[in-house]
């Protein structure tokens, strides 16, 4: 990217001409390109009242790159239909494809949505089979990273990868299935059903939802059943249906990998068993839940400060904050750090009260009592080690009280 995103704004803003019959097809070529190039995770284009505004979301955040005017806007959004699949004269229903580059291993999602003044169109970058290849590439602590290979080694049981949308859950999951690929003494039998396929993996037999051949998670997780497998992956458990097949999976002699929505180990559990799971299922299924989220990491420009007012109350004594340079386009940060706590279910005083449907705070403090490093004691760390900001800390992680 250029120094600066409004930098990038004015000069590619300056370099099309609204007039020229190419325009839609030169702008969205030059979107996706520059959004590959600056590592962001999506592309949002927003309609406005007058114009079609451009954001990129990188490192977690949305940042304006500027705005198309409106006589241009449907055009925009309909050449990244076009390259989707999608139906360019339906504007007034939700749409969603995937663009399939044959010059990148990796793969776009679009999605529309209409609005007040016009279609809102969302690109999803999925991030290429050359990234995040073991799982000493995603950043996780140590202690964290040596259980997660002891849980790979079992050959029954659920591990789930949670934590809310961007956190990097996909990402882990997918490691995990390198790492499976790459370590098996023997040939294992890894399969998954994913919706949809974000990378793909040698070794894995991946297969991807159809709704239009009635083919859902659940479903697929069934069929996959009869396919003999050791290892199996379900892209996201969404509800009670794909839930109650992936842990009965877990309990008849499969490794079973997934990622869930939560936000945090134990909240994870609180909301299997709102849907119905039953608790013996759980504590016997469960081998582990990984829960994570990312933060920014500060630039080297950052400074030192004791002022209550910028600590945020946060515990500690003093915290480096962003200032922003030349180098990090003046935001004050430079990629991310993963926080993460990963919780295991055994039998004692946690699975207990998995059996007794504890909520999840209460689950929380006997994790904690048992030896689970929670996010909150992680992120403490992560600011006395001056990588990241109070302020950041707060953004990811909210106001509430960390956990004692």
């Given at each position: 990217?250029p ?17 020229d ?9 030059r ?19 007058g ?19 409106h ?12 390259l ?5 004269y ?11 580059s ?23 970058f ?5 990234q995040?290849q ?5 950043g ?25 949308a ?14 499976l ?29 159809n709704?239009s051949?009635?083919?859902n998670?659940?479903k697929?997780?069934r069929?996959l ?28 002699g ?6 869930f929505h ?6 994870a ?8 799971i ?8 469960l ?37 922003g ?11 991310r ?8 279910v055994e ?19 006997l ?26 800390i ?10 004692k």
């Amino acid at each position: 990217m250029p120094a600066s995103l409004p930098e990038f704004a004015r000069d590619f803003l300056k370099s099309l001409s609204p007039g020229d019959p190419d325009f839609a097809t030169r702008a969205v070529d030059r979107l996706i390109e520059e959004g590959r190039a600056a590592g962001a995770s999506d592309l949002h284009l927003q309609p406005a009242e007058g114009r079609l505004e451009i954001y990129f979301r990188i490192d977690g955040v949305l940042l304006s790159a500027g705005a198309f005017p409106h006589s241009v806007a449907q055009n925009v959004v309909a050449r990244l239909k076009v390259l989707a699949g999608l139906l360019t004269y339906r504007t007034d229903t939700p749409q969603e494809g995937r663009i399939r580059s044959g010059e990148s291993n990796a793969e776009m999602r679009v999605s529309t949505f209409p609005t007040l003044y016009g279609e809102r169109a969302v690109v999803r970058f999925f991030g290429s089979s050359e990234q995040y290849q073991s799982l000493g590439d995603l950043g996780l602590p140590e202690d964290i990273s040596a259980r997660l290979e002891r849980l790979l080694g079992e050959t029954s049981g659920a591990l789930l990868a949670t934590g809310p949308a961007g956190s990097g859950k996909t990402t882990t999951v997918y490691a995990c299935l390198r790492h499976l690929v790459k370590v098996s003494l023997a040939r294992r039998s890894i399969v998954s059903i994913e919706d949809p396929i974000e990378v793909a993996v040698p070794g894995v037999a991946q297969s991807q939802v159809n709704l239009s051949a009635d083919l859902n998670l659940a479903k697929g997780l069934r069929f996959l059943m009869r396919q003999d497998p050791e290892v199996i992956m379900v892209g996201e458990i969404r509800d009670r249906e794909t839930a109650e097949s992936a842990m009965q999976a877990s309990l008849t002699g499969h490794l079973l990998l997934s990622t869930f929505h939560a936000g945090s180990a134990t909240e994870a559990i609180s909301r299997l068993s709102d849907m119905g799971i039953e608790p013996y299922m759980l504590r016997s299924g469960l081998l582990g839940i990984l829960s994570q989220r990312l933060v920014r990491r500060l630039c080297d420009c950052a400074s030192s400060t004791d002022d209550p007012a910028a600590l945020l109350g946060l515990p500690v004594a003093s915290a480096r904050v962003p200032v922003g340079c030349q180098d990090c386009d003046q935001t004050g940060y430079s990629g991310r750090i993963v926080l993460a706590e990963l919780l295991t279910v055994e039998r004692n005083d946690l699975g207990r009260a998995v059996l007794s449907r504890c909520d999840a705070a209460a689950l929380e403090q006997l994790a904690i009592s048992a030896g689970m490093v929670s996010r909150w004691d992680r992120a403490i760390v992560a600011l006395q080690s001056g990588l990241t900001s109070p302020a950041e800390i707060r953004r990811v992680l909210g106001f509430h009280a960390p956990s004692k």
